[in-house]
């Protein structure tokens, strides 16, 4: 058998989904269900004065109406799951509906109950909630000054977290030849999965277990933590997490609804759907980003960097959502110097309450942002040398030689290779004809731009040791069960909970190399807490570096056992076996062989077994790494611009990225495209808007312009790869790269091109009317 | 408000009659009333397709139309377009291609692009994500479901050519 790893196998996961067959949570249907709708507050901060839901109960098909106070006791508020250390972190926990105070507009007030989800919407409408409404407050920087609206009445300055790492003296900046500032804003992205967030709730009175189904990327912390806030012991609570419609971190958070649907259903004795709405998702579901980031850097005129310090002041919304205070501190902080060497760096970052949706992961958390600063400030300190912004990343990209790197931050790279990715990715553009043609056109009065992103990327979430020392309340570890059953057939289980990523596929892959079992006989069991003793879920990039790795030690542990076995089947040694292709033989004896699946029935039936063996065959890992894996890239971009119109079409999108050890190069690409496209339209489009008094403006997709097929040229992608040394896979992590890479590329080739208009930089997204207003702004200024 | 009609529609060949309210949308009850749950619901306001089926044989949006207007309308939806052991080209070459991730937009969008190849069989790329225009993949960053269109436009040219039609098309094979 060929080997799968490396092999662009066709995905296992696809007939059923292509067939309609598909099992996503609204797709569950439970004899008995009731359908849930939530009251969500209009206002951004209000006192709630009183709630009547008398005429909503009277309702016909109305079974139960719920408000904050009907669960006082029942339902505990949600707490996050990141308490970053040495923040003085102030952390607001979530109740499972608003009580005296609404935070932000689409809070949850109450919830109907009701026969089915159209009479639940009506009942909605009559419900009557007196609110006083109270001044908002949505920018963070305005929240940090005095006077502000109070988001919380305890927490002065609606400052929920000041933290600090690195050190950089005064004098590193004042004597310095060259001092680049810049402040940027990253600005308020919303992830938007195409399925919306959803939770099925069944409770069993007679033995108190419950099973919530719910678009999860992480069952295990969702049971964890609704354990808790339900009271009910994690042995009795099952999450399952079906398949589930995308999440891009918008799926870590544990939220409220799914609490309160728990609730319902146990107070009901029935089982309770409820579906958010698009509407809904937009307020209701964590947003990201959101940081005004003051980066400073400082070098030599030869384009040398010597020092670096940022300022991070982080919009937190009004809760401290599950991963919320870590995005904007260790996630950002630690990787501010990118992939440079930058002997010194420090970072502050500044969480602050608003009274806008809660902000969390959303692909990349923290580091899209740690990219964004540094790739933009690169830039701009090589136009104030008058370097080419070429010269100056390959005067400061770490050299290969250098790794394992540690940074200035203090983190340790794990490998690298820099300049290769860069050296591909120029080929791939032909940059010397690509400068070229720029003049030329130039000349025509056509703006073309080019712009580099040289990232790198920290994922493979992670040592636990180095989780708990960061705050955040789990391990990152992962668990794998590999079982061959009589027949030879192979179930995989795994704690990770992918979910789009085609994980079935490329973990069947790994297994079959191990195993010698072709892929179609081996099947993965995910996202269920039943099934799975635990596991950390599926976000950081973690599932093939971690979790991956999981599998492959089991698998590895399967084969040494069946090995023993089949050696007393062949009566030698075990040091005698060979095992290859899936066929055990005995060394220097051709045709004294057993197969894996002869192994596998002799293992389960257990007729004849060594003394010390036990019966069955399968093993579990419990895989720990013993650092974060760094994946790194060169992405170049070349847009136009309109003149006349502000508009940038995009000309050509070029990524080479190394990962470490491609398991699938088919998933591994799709994965490149859908993050570049998201990268691109946080670039160009994307854009969260609150009014002045906290109404989200960009409610729809009507007002939230996600990207469409017609906006893009074909992303061409090219990779390398230099494996890593912590794991046995030498496998990184792919999913963020393109939200990580691609923002800085865009946004940096638009400033190539407006160079004639000497426009140093504009706030994402870069609409055409922003771009054309810094045309107009210019052109009146000459 | 709780009045019922009466409607009578065909969907994926097979004749349906119901009572359904007046206000029920297509999407609920192709997905509720007849369990056809593999067309899925995106965004409630008609933007992102994921709800798309084919009434008399043009790409609707589900969600935009009311079951009683569909009274007398053949419907197909994902399930009638092809089953495991023989997909429809359009299912094929998402396969092949890599055309989907999560999945989730995934019957939608293939809906739409079969309405797409029944009016212009031989689809330029650009023709392709102009017709992509009515949908949302959050995914896959498109670039595949092109290539999954522009493959399952040749495969279909192929079978044309081969006068072997009658697979190609298979509207109705489902349940």
Redo the contacts between chains.
């Keep these: 058998m060929a080997n799968m790893i490396g092999t662009p196998v ?2 296992k ?12 949570t ?2 569950m ?1 439970l004899p008995g269900m009731l359908h849930a709708a939530f009251l969500r507050s209009p206002f951004a901060h209000a006192k709630i004065v009183r709630i009547d839901t008398e005429t909503a109960k009277q309702y ?1 098909g109305v079974i139960a109406v719920f408000t904050g106070a009907d669960l006082i006791g029942k339902v505990k508020p949600v707490p996050t799951m990141w308490y970053v250390p040495g923040a003085d972190l102030k952390a607001k926990d979530r109740s499972p509906l608003a009580l005296e105070k609404v935070l932000y507009a689409g809070e949850a007030v109450a919830v109907v109950v009701a026969e089915d ?2 009479i639940a919407r ?1 009942a909605l409408e009559l419900i009557s909630v007196d609110y006083e409404e109270l001044p908002a407050v949505t920018h963070q920087e305005k929240a940090l000054q005095e006077g502000a609206p109070l988001v919380h009445d305890d927490v002065p300055q609606n400052l929920a977290l000041l933290w600090k790492a690195g050190e950089v003296p005064d004098e590193a900046f004042e004597q310095a030849e060259v001092v680049v500032r810049q402040r940027l804003y990253n600005q308020r992205v919303i992830p ?5 967030r959803a939770a099925v709730a069944q409770f069993n009175p007679g033995s108190g277990e419950m099973t919530i189904w719910c678009t999860s990327q992480n069952p295990h912390i969702h049971r964890m933590i609704y354990s808790g806030v339900l009271g009910i012991p994690e042995s009795k609570l099952r999450i399952v997490a079906p ?4 999440g ?1 971190g918008a799926k870590i958070a544990t939220y409220t609804e799914e609490a309160v649907v728990g609730h319902a259903a146990r107070e009901l004795r029935r089982p309770v759907k409820w ?1 958010e ?3 809904e998702h937009f307020m209701a579901t964590t947003h990201a980003r959101d940081e005004v980031i003051e980066v400073e850097l400082a070098g030599k005129k030869d384009g040398t960097f010597t020092a670096l310090r940022v300022k991070n002041t982080a919009n937190l919304g009004a809760y401290l959502s599950t991963f919320g205070g870590g995005c904007p501190t260790i996630d950002f902080g630690l990787m501010i110097t990118g992939a440079y060497h930058i002997p010194q760096a420090a970072v502050v970052t500044y969480g602050v309450y608003t009274n806008t949706t809660p902000t969390d992961a959303y692909r990349g958390a923290g580091k899209p942002e740690a990219t964004f600063q540094i790739e933009r400030i690169v830039d701009l300190f090589a136009r104030k040398v008058g370097m080419d912004p070429l010269e100056v990343r390959r005067k400061n990209l770490i050299p290969k030689e250098s790794f394992p790197y540690t940074t200035a931050m203090g983190l340790l790279y794990d490998s690298g290779n820099y300049e290769l990715t860069l050296e591909k990715a120029l080929e791939a553009v032909d940059y010397e004809a690509l400068r070229k043609e720029q003049e030329e056109l130039r000349a025509q009065g056509k703006l073309i731009g080019i712009g580099f992103s040289t990232y790198v990327e920290l994922c493979g979430f992670g040592p636990s040791k180095v989780a708990g020392a960061i705050g955040f309340q789990g391990g990152v570890w992962e668990n794998s069960t590999v079982r061959v059953h009589p027949t030879g057939k192979v179930t995989v289980y795994t704690g990770t909970s992918p ?4 994980t079935a596929t490329s973990f069947a892959q790994i297994v079959s190399d191990k195993l010698g079992v072709p892929i179609e006989d081996i099947e993965l069991v995910h996202g269920d807490t039943q099934s799975i003793s635990m596991g950390w879920g599926t976000y950081g990039s973690r599932t093939t570096a971690v979790g991956g790795a999981a599998v492959a030690i089991a698998a590895d542990r399967v084969v040494a056992k069946a090995k023993r076995i089949a050696a007393h089947e062949l009566e030698v040694a075990t040091e005698d076996i060979d095992f290859a292709g899936g066929v055990f033989s005995v060394k220097g004896v051709p045709g004294r062989e057993k197969t894996f699946q002869e192994i596998a029935r002799s293992a389960n039936f257990a007729w004849n077994l060594p003394d010390d063996v036990e019966p069955s065959l399968e093993a579990q890992s419990f895989f720990d790494p013993s650092n974060f894996v760094y994946p790194f890239g060169a992405h170049i971009c070349v847009v136009e611009v309109d003149k006349d119109t502000g508009e940038v079409a995009l000309r050509k999108y070029v990524a080479v990225d190394d990962v470490g050890k491609v398991i699938n190069p ?2 591994a ?2 994965q ?7 990268g691109i339209g946080q670039a160009l489009w994307e854009g969260a808007v609150y009014s002045e008094n906290g109404q989200l403006l960009s409610g ?3 007002d939230y312009t ?5 906006f ?1 040229p ?2 061409e992608w090219h990779f390398t790869e230099t494996p890593s040394p912590v794991n046995p896979l030498g496998a990184k992590g792919i999913g963020e790269t ?1 939200t990580t890479a691609a923002p800085p590329a865009v946004v940096n080739a638009v400033m190539d091109a407006l160079q004639p208009f000497g426009v140093d930089d504009l706030d994402m997204p870069l609409t055409p009317e922003k771009v054309w207003k810094a045309m107009q702004n210019r052109r009146e200024g000459i | 408000m709780n009045k019922s009609c009466k409607v009578t529609l065909t969907v994926n060949e097979v004749e349906r009659t119901a009572e359904v309210e007046p206000r029920m949308l297509l999407v609920h009850f192709l997905r509720e009333t007849l369990n056809l749950t593999g067309t899925h619901i995106g965004c409630d306001t008609s933007q992102c397709g994921a709800c798309t089926v084919l009434v008399n044989g043009e790409a609707v949006k589900s969600c935009t139309m009311l079951a009683v207007q569909a009274d007398g309308a053949s419907i197909t939806t994902v399930e009638g377009l092809g089953d495991v052991e023989h997909l429809h080209p359009i299912q094929q070459g998402f396969w092949e291609k890599h055309g989907l991730q999560c999945g989730f937009c995934t019957p939608g969008v293939m809906m739409a692009m079969v309405s797409l190849l029944q009016e212009h069989p031989a689809p330029t790329e650009e023709e392709v994500r102009e017709a992509l225009e009515g949908v949302i993949c959050r995914c896959t960053g498109y670039q595949f479901i092109v290539d999954a269109v522009l493959h399952a436009a040749a495969e279909m040219a192929k079978l044309q050519e081969s006068g072997n039609v009658s697979d190609t098309m298979p509207v109705g094979e489902g349940r």
């Design positions: 066709k995905r996961e696809d007939p059923r989904l292509l067939t309609g067959n598909g099992m996503f609204d797709d249907k016909p989800r159209y009506d938007n999965p195409m399925e919306t398949d589930v419609g995308g891009f579906v709405e698009r509407r979910h789009g990523q085609g088919l998933l690409e799709g490149v495209h859908g993050g570049v496209v998201q729809t997709f009507m996600m990207p469409k097929a017609r893009f074909r992303v393109g």
